[in-house]
């Protein structure tokens, strides 16, 4: 029998780790794409652009 222990994670690894950093950008993407949807369903309702209102 082995005494090992399991390695310990980098701080990079803890960061940019394909656990969390894959669900988080996962939601990220799907909110960027709920707001665009969003939007357009606003200008189409409104008959005008939202660009204007913005800059």
């Given at each position: 029998?082995?005494?090992q222990q399991p390695q310990a994670k980098s701080a990079m690894e803890e960061t940019f780790g394909m656990?969390?950093?894959v669900d988080g950008e996962t939601w990220n993407g799907r909110l960027a794409m709920l707001g665009f949807i969003v939007a357009i369903a606003i200008?189409?309702?409104a008959g005008q652009s939202l660009?204007?209102?913005i800059w």
């Open positions: 029998m082995s005494d656990d969390t950093w200008e189409v309702a660009l204007p209102k």
